[in-house]
Structures are given as structure tokens and as C-alpha cells.
């Protein structure tokens, strides 16, 4: 069965300091991975997604992402944190059989203190 | 600006009474879902449709009934048969085009429903 797994539910950085988000997924087919970030009751908005043209995927904001197929990870990074990174942070996989369903990691809740 | 608009932001159900939570996008995309999101557990999904008159059930649809009467709108109701309603409620859409397996899902603000 197909999973997500996000190591962390809470990272805490300095501003200005790396940004590393784990993000580990189970997948029977060559997988379509993406990252979300949530703000306090808002929606969800994508950073970026992977669909096998690259293994680095740049995304907005300043973040990035590397699928290494090896280790089935999908880790998220912004070199310089800034305050207004502080959010909630999905990673999610494309799930197999057809239609464009999503399976959802449980989140990791990014801090950035000054 | 295209995007999902939800309504309403909170919402609060009384005991053996049916809500409905209306989601609508102008995005011009077929295919639409509801998720529940409850803290520490993600988004799990509840419903979703790839067609007008056509919908599926999702992993926790015990509870809920959805209609897809038109492109545009997907509304949720939440029945008197689901026991523990509280939660963040989020509708999204996404093209089914000609790659519909790398297209992004696009989401609203969300509903958060509230037991009195």
C-alpha cells in the first residue's frame, strides 16, 4: 500500500538558518510526489510537485526539493529561513489505480524564531 | 482571479441535525474533492468527483453525502450520522487534462465545523 511519512511533526530553526522538511514515501509505481504549505486556517498551497523530468524540483518561496529514488525520499530545503516560513507542511503522493487522488503525510509544523 | 471559494468559514452543528458546506470553483476544473483534516493526522480524504452526476467515495465517507449537479459546485453535507464532526473541512479541484496524473490539487480556505 502506498504511504507517506514525514519525520518530524514539529522542526523549530533560527531565521536565516537551512530548512529541512523528511518526507519518505511508499510507492508500488513511479511516483508523483508534492509538497503543500498550510498557514493558520487557510487552505492548502502547493511549493512544488515531481513528476520525473527532474530529481531537483525548485519550487516558490525558495524552496526545493530532491527525489532520491534509493532512499524513496522526497526531503524539502530552503537554505535561509525567513519568519514568514512558519507554517504547516504537507508532503503528499499521487496515489496508483487511476483518477488524481492524493495521499497526505500527517505534516510538519515549521517554527522560525529571530 | 480564478480560484475555490468556501462557505462558510465556521459553522456550527447541533445534535441530530445535517450541515452543508458549499464549495465552488471557477477554475473550469472536472475533477473536485472533500477532506477532513483533524490535528496530527493530515488530510484524509472524504469524497471526490472526476465528473458532473458522478462521485466516489473516499477513505472515511461514512457520514457524509456529496451531489454534483454542476461543474462548478461540489457541496458536503454532514449527517446526523457522523458521531465526531469537528474538523477543518478543505475542497479542492484539479484538471483532468491531458496529464491529469501530475496535476496539482488547488484548494479553498476551508469550513471549520464546530459541535454546539
Known amino acids: 500500500a502506498q504511504s507517506v511519512t514525514q519525520l518530524g511533526s514539529h522542526v523549530s530553526v533560527s531565521e536565516g538558518a537551512l530548512v529541512l522538511l523528511r518526507c519518505n514515501y511508499s510507492?508500488?509505481?513511479?511516483?508523483?510526489l508534492f509538497w503543500y504549505v498550510q498557514y493558520p486556517n487557510q487552505g492548502l498551497q502547493l511549493l512544488l510537485k515531481?513528476?520525473?523530468?527532474?530529481?531537483l524540483v525548485k519550487g516558490i518561496n525558495g524552496f526545493e526539493a530532491e527525489f532520491k529514488k534509493s532512499e524513496t525520499s522526497f526531503h524539502l530545503t530552503k537554505p535561509s529561513a525567513h519568519m514568514s516560513d512558519a507554517a504547516e507542511y504537507f508532503c503528499?503522493?499521487?496515489?496508483?489505480?487511476?483518477?488524481?487522488?492524493?495521499?497526505f503525510g500527517a505534516g510538519t509544523r515549521l517554527a522560525v524564531h529571530p | 482571479d480564478g480560484g475555490i471559494t468556501q462557505s462558510p468559514k465556521y459553522l456550527f452543528r447541533k445534535e441530530g441535525q445535517n450541515v452543508t458546506l458549499s464549495c465552488e470553483q471557477n477554475?473550469?476544473?472536472?475533477?473536485m474533492y472533500w477532506y477532513r483534516q483533524d490535528p496530527g493526522q493530515g488530510l484524509r480524504l472524504i469524497y471526490y468527483?472526476?465528473?458532473?452526476?458522478?462521485?466516489q467515495k473516499g477513505d472515511i465517507a461514512e457520514g457524509y453525502s456529496v451531489s454534483r449537479e454542476k461543474k462548478e459546485s461540489f457541496p458536503l453535507t454532514v449527517t446526523s450520522a457522523q458521531k465526531n464532526p469537528t474538523a477543518f473541512y478543505l475542497c479542492?479541484?484539479?484538471?483532468?487534462?491531458?496529464?491529469?496524473?501530475?496535476?496539482?490539487?488547488?484548494f479553498g480556505d476551508g469550513t471549520r465545523l464546530s459541535i454546539l
Open positions: 479542492a479541484s484539479s484538471s483532468t487534462g491531458l496529464t491529469p496524473s501530475n496535476q496539482p490539487q488547488h
Open positions: 503528499a503522493v499521487r496515489r496508483s489505480g487511476g483518477y488524481n487522488k492524493l495521499i
Open positions: 468527483s472526476q465528473i458532473v452526476n458522478d462521485f
Open positions: 510507492s508500488s509505481v513511479p511516483p508523483y
Open positions: 515531481y513528476t520525473s523530468a527532474a530529481t
Open positions: 477554475l473550469n476544473h472536472d475533477a
